[in-house]
């Protein structure tokens, strides 16, 4: 089975500055997705960014970008300019173009200082 | 659009009683999707339905563990006979269709405390 590993329990980041939070995979297969989820304090999980295996041009949104090194099964993502409201909880997860679930990482708490 | 929807967002229950969580999908999406989140872990997949279908259920535990998508109204999680280790986040998600193309949406979640 697929698995997902985030070894920053916890990170903190000053206003403004950028940060870079660290996930790693474990998988078999050549292709598949990933993608990095934010759960604030609401608890909802939200979709941060996106990323196709097959694609090597590292995905990119606003202020969140994604360093994806395949042979390596890193997937590391990089919030720039951080705000207060990036405050949150960030799951990696890995989902096979065959499966039909997630594989969740175990989180990384994620402060912002102001 | 309105989002997933999941009601209740908090379930207090005694040991032995049943807990019955909601789940109404996005508009036009018909598949979804039961992810269970024990404090300090991320999510772990439980079942995937389409609608009156059962697809995967790999996750499910085997015992006191149900789901079910009719053809109308929510998806619903059943908990039979709850223990406090089912205390959990419960949360659903929905997609419109369940090729991996398409992204998941997710719910708030369902706070389950059993005490």
């Known amino acids: 089975a697929q698995t997902v590993t985030q070894s920053q329990p916890e990170m903190s980041v000053q206003e403004a500055e950028t940060v870079t939070l660290s996930c790693t995979y474990d998988t078999s297969e050549s292709d598949y997705y990933l993608f990095w989820y934010k759960q604030p304090p609401s608890r909802q999980m939200i979709l941060v960014i996106r990323?196709?295996?097959?694609?090597?041009q590292n995905a990119t949104e606003n202020r969140f970008s994604v360093n994806f090194q395949k042979a390596a099964k890193s997937f590391s993502l990089k919030i720039s300019d951080s705000q207060l409201g990036d405050a949150a909880m960030y799951f990696c997860?890995?989902?096979?173009?065959?499966?039909?679930?997630?594989?969740f990482g175990t989180g990384t708490s994620l402060t912002v200082i102001p | 659009n309105a989002g997933v929807m999941q009601n209740p967002r908090h379930l207090v229950r005694r040991r032995g009683q049943e807990a019955r969580l909601r789940c109404s999908p996005m508009k036009g999406h018909s598949h979804v999707y039961w992810y269970r989140q024990l404090p300090e872990e991320g999510l772990k997949f439980m079942v995937y339905?389409?609608?009156?279908?059962?697809?995967?259920e790999s996750g499910m535990p085997k015992e006191r563990f149900s789901a079910e998508f009719p053809k109308e109204g929510p998806s619903i999680l059943r908990i039979q006979q709850v223990v406090r280790g089912d205390s959990a986040a419960y949360f659903c998600?929905?997609?419109?269709?369940?090729?991996?193309?398409?992204?998941?949406?997710f719910g708030p979640g369902t706070r389950l405390l059993v005490l």
């Open positions: 339905l389409q609608k009156e279908n059962i697809i995967d």
């Open positions: 990323q196709e295996a097959y694609k090597q």
């Open positions: 998600a929905s997609s419109p269709v369940g090729g991996s193309l398409e992204t998941q949406y």
């Open positions: 997860a890995y989902r096979s173009l065959t499966g039909n679930q997630f594989y």
